[in-house]
């Protein structure tokens, strides 16, 4: 178990012979602490205490579970400012980005506290012989749910899955990515304040390794990260025969149609593109603007882009902070490289930032670019904005499916019924129409990644019923019954032949 006195970590590969991993402040370059490189048997023994306390945890029932994290959700609200204070810190996003983490983290533990004890509840289904059998379905947690986490939003991440993992009766191992462990560790020791027992949920520190070593010993995997990395936990999850969900990379594209309001959709895509300075699953990575709009839409995007303010300061008027590590500046610099190099054009941006930070890159807008160029085709994770010119809607659609992700997706239109019917043509987990990213932050829908983007939804009734299995149950009262040596209960039978008879013929009656 880790305490906030031990603080966190590097973007280093980690061995086992590494026993603890640093954590730098991106914006400063300061090593701001460091955290134990957890090995097999530390993981394995918080395990076996994890399974220990899982009975008495799942035997509390639902509301109780819920009602501790509603506490522990207010206790966060009402020391938002440390929150804030610790996201910021090991991330270097501005000010807003780290507020909103705390935000989405307060409605998730609302909407779960009001709907996990109706949706768990056991099930009454139809029986094939009504006034003999009763069937139900009673909801049982998976035992020990292990979560593994990137870092890019470390308490949005950390957190959103496992609250309903924790209501659904599971006991939870948490993996923090080793480049911003230290706000898991303060919202967890919080939870313990809030009267979480500490057996029910531990944090495990460390890098790839030690994430490995979870998978070998939970019942649910849980995963949030890379597709390369996402791969393997899939194949070692299917060699135990686990449960898991994958929330992976993303290209989101964002189409403006000729009928679009130009500013709201220019200033929108700024919007998507560069909350978290671009480091966001659900980044809007390539846009496609209908012929008839193109060049108005290319004039107010720099102009917005323009008004953007860049820095470390506090405020919610800081539009753009730093970058979280360095991998990500090297990417975009690769990607507007390799475009330019085909014939794109920068159009705003294009540089580091040193005198504001060591890690700060403009955000960059790209014009003439094309499907044959890494920016419209692998995932940036950063502040780039290629921007294409498309004929119509189809080939924009033809365009935005033509990728190995499919994660969100946007249309910016003033035709609202058109918007959402084209919507549904996108290859996506989810569309926003007119705005970018606020599935997200809509509890009651699922989100998540159809093909590379991974599989599994978080958020609303399907982000918690992937904690727990189904058993059915099955009770006969014996009516009528007499010794019989086959399934064939004669009695049975004609019941359910008289009753699958009175289903034809008058169907209303739905018996
Ligand atoms: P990453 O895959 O490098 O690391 C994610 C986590 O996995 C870290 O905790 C890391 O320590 C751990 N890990 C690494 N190798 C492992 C292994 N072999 N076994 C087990 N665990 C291992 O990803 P990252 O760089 O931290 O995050 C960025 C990526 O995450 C981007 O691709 C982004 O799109 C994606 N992401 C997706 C979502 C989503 O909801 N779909 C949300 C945020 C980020």
Known sequence: MVTLEKQAAPNTAQTWQQTQIEVKNPVTGQVIGSVPAMNADDVRQAATKARAAQPAWEVRGAKERAALLRRWADMLWDDQKTAIQKVRAETGKNEIGAWLEVFVVDNVV??????????????????????????????????VAGFITPWNYPLNNAMIDLIPALIAGNTVLLKPSEITPYTAIYAIELMYKAGIPRDVIQVVTGAGVTGAALVDVV?????????ATGRKIAMR??????????????????????DADVNLAAAGTLVGALENC???????ERV??????????????????????????????????SLT????????????????????????????????????YEPTILTGVNHNMDV???????PLIPVMRVKDANEAIKLANDNQYGLSASIFTSDLKRGEQLATRIESGDVCVNATQWVFGTISLPMGGVKNSG??????????MRFVKPQSVLVDNQLMQKPNLTLGDPFAIRVALLLRSIRRAIPFLGV
Request: some cysteine; aromatic content about 8%; proline content about 4%.
């Open 110 to 143: 609302a909407y779960y506290h009001k709907h996990a004890a109706h949706l768990l509840r056991p099930q009454g289904r139809r029986s094939l012989i009504p006034m003999k059998q009763t069937a139900r379905v009673y909801y049982k947690a998976h035992g």
């Open 455 to 464: 599989m599994g939804r978080r958020n609303g009734p399907e982000g918690l």
């Open 325 to 360: 590590n360095e991998r990500e500046i090297l990417r975009a610099e690769q990607q507007v490289a390799d475009a330019v190099a085909k014939g794109a054009t920068v159009i705003h941006g294009g540089k580091r930032r040193p005198d504001l930070g060591p890690l700060f």
């Open 376 to 382: 419209m085709r692998e995932e940036t994770f950063g």
């Open 288 to 321: 496609y603007v209908e012929d008839g709009i193109y060049d108005q839409y290319v004039e107010r995007i720099k102009y917005y882009a323009d008004q953007l303010t860049l820095g470390s300061g506090d405020g919610f008027d800081v539009h753009v902070g």
């Open 278 to 284: 671009g480091q966001v699953c659900i980044s809007t």
């Open 237 to 258: 999850a299917a060699e135990r025969l686990i449960p898991c969900s994958l929330e992976l990379g993303g290209k989101d594209p964002l189409i403006v149609l000729n």
């Open 219 to 227: 019942d649910y995997i849980s995963f949030t990260g890379s597709t």
